[in-house]
C-alpha cells in the first residue's frame, strides 16, 4: 500500500507495477488467511499430541516425536514434488512465476527436511541407542538434503542468472528421483528405520487415537507449508521486481551535463 | 562462468560432505542397544493380543527431555525461518521504494 502511494507520488511507474502491486497484495493476503488457519491446525494438533493421544505401548513417550517427524517429511516430498514440477514447466515454459514458486518450495524443503534430520536423532537416541546410524533411508535423506543445498549453490555460482536457473532447475527435476527412493528405501534394502505404518498395501496399522493425530498433524503442516510458500513466492516475485527495476534505471539514457 | 570464490566454497562443501561421509558408520548392535529399545519393524502400533499384559514402555527422563527438545528446536527453528521471511520482505520493499524513486 505505502509503496504505491509512493510511487504515485513521484508521477511516473515503473512498467507493471500497480498489476504487480495488486497481485503481491493478493498473494499476501491469501497467505495471512492461510496462515490463521495453520495456526489454529498447529494449535489443535498440538493438544492432541500432548493430551489427547495415549502413550504408544512400545516406544513410550518418546514416540510422540513421530506427529512432528512424520508431517516435516511429508511436507518436505510434497515441496521437493512441487520444485520438480515447476522447474520443469521452467525449462519448458521460461515463465519467471513457475522458478518463483520452485525457489520458493526448494527453500521451505530444505527447513522442512532440515527438521527431519534434526527430530529423527532425538527419536533414535532413545529408541536405537545411536544418533545416526548409516542405513539406507537416512543417507537418501540426507543425501537430498545436499542435493537442495547444492541447488542454491548452482543458482548463486552461475555468473548468468538465467544460466543459474535453468542448471538449478534440471537438478530440481533430477534430485526428487531421491523421494520415490527414500519411501521404497525400508522395503528394498535391509533397513533399520521403522517400516510405514499408514501407506502399507494391508492398510494403516495403527492405533485410532494415533492415526487421528498423525493426519490432524498432517493438515496443519500441509497447512503451514502452503501459508509459508504464498509468503516466499510474494518475496521472490518482489525480488524479481526489484532486479528488473535496476535493469530498468541502468538501461535508461542518462542526462546529458 | 562460476566465480573463484564460489568454487572454493562449493569445492569446501563437498569436502566436508566427503568426510562426513567418510566417518565410521555408527552400528548399533542388540547388545550396544540401550535398554528402551524397542521393536523397530512395527512402530506406533497397538499390537497386544487380548489379556496380554503389554511390557510397560520405557519412561526414562531421558525420553522426555528428547521430546522436549523436538518440539522446541522444530518450533523455534520454523518461527525463526517466519521471521527471517519478513525481515528480507521489509529489506526488499525499502529497494523497491529506493529503486522507484529513482524513475
Known amino acids: 500500500m505505502e509503496t504505491t502511494t509512493r510511487s504515485a507520488s513521484a508521477g511516473v511507474h515503473a512498467p507493471g507495477a500497480t498489476e504487480a502491486d495488486d497481485s503481491l497484495r493478493g498473494t499476501r493476503r491469501w497467505a495471512l488467511a492461510l496462515s490463521v488457519l495453520a495456526g489454529a491446525t498447529v494449535l489443535a494438533a498440538l493438544w492432541m499430541v500432548f493430551f489427547y493421544v495415549p502413550t504408544e505401548a512400545e516406544m513410550g513417550v518418546v514416540q510422540r516425536i513421530f506427529y512432528i517427524h512424520v508431517p516435516s517429511a511429508w511436507t518436505a516430498f510434497m515441496a521437493f514434488g512441487l520444485v520438480a514440477l515447476c522447474s520443469a514447466g521452467y525449462l519448458w515454459l521460461r515463465d519467471p512465476r513457475l522458478d518463483a514458486i520452485a525457489v520458493s518450495a ?14 529423527g536423532p532425538l527419536w533414535a537416541k532413545v529408541a536405537w541407542g545411536a544418533w545416526w546410524v548409516w542405513e539406507p533411508r537416512l543417507t537418501l535423506t540426507l543425501l537430498l538434503w545436499f542435493i537442495y543445498v547444492g541447488y542454491f549453490m548452482l543458482r548463486g555460482a ?41 501407506m502399507r498395501p494391508e492398510g494403516a496399522q495403527a492405533d485410532p487415537a494415533i492415526l487421528q493425530t498423525l493426519f490432524v498433524s498432517l493438515f496443519a503442516f500441509t497447512l503451514l507449508f502452503f501459508a509459508l510458500l504464498l509468503f516466499r513466492y510474494g518475496l521472490e516475485r518482489l525480488s524479481q521486481r526489484v532486479h ?8 535508461r539514457p542518462s542526462p546529458l551535463p | 562462468m562460476m566465480r573463484p570464490i564460489r568454487l572454493l566454497r562449493l569445492a ?34 497397538s499390537g497386544t493380543l487380548p489379556g496380554e499384559q503389554a511390557p510397560a514402555p520405557p519412561r526414562t527422563l531421558r525420553a522426555y527431555w528428547h521430546v522436549f ?9 520454523l518461527f525463526g525461518y517466519a521471521l527471517s521471511l519478513g525481515r528480507r520482505f521489509r529489506n526488499l520493499e525499502r529497494d523497491v521504494d529506493a529503486l522507484r524513486g529513482a524513475f
Open chain 2, 69 to 77: 527438545i523436538a518440539y522446541a528446536l522444530a518450533w523455534l527453528f
Open chain 1, 244 to 251: 528488473a527495476l535496476r535493469v530498468t534505471r541502468e538501461l
Open chain 1, 106 to 119: 526448494a527453500e521451505l524443503g530444505l527447513v522442512f527436511t532440515t527438521l527431519v534430520l534434526l527430530t
Open chain 1, 158 to 198: 552461475a555468473e548468468n542468472p538465467e544460466r543459474g536457473k535453468r542448471f538449478a532447475s534440471i537438478l530440481g527435476v533430477v534430485g526428487a528421483v531421491d523421494i520415490p527412493l527414500i519411501h521404497v528405501s525400508v522395503q528394498w534394502w535391509r533397513s533399520q528405520h521403522p517400516k510405514p505404518v499408514v
Open chain 2, 12 to 45: 569446501a562443501s563437498i569436502a566436508a560432505s566427503l568426510a562426513l561421509a567418510a566417518t565410521p558408520a555408527t552400528r548399533v548392535s542388540a547388545q550396544d542397544s540401550a535398554p528402551t529399545t524397542v521393536a523397530v519393524t512395527q512402530p506406533a502400533t
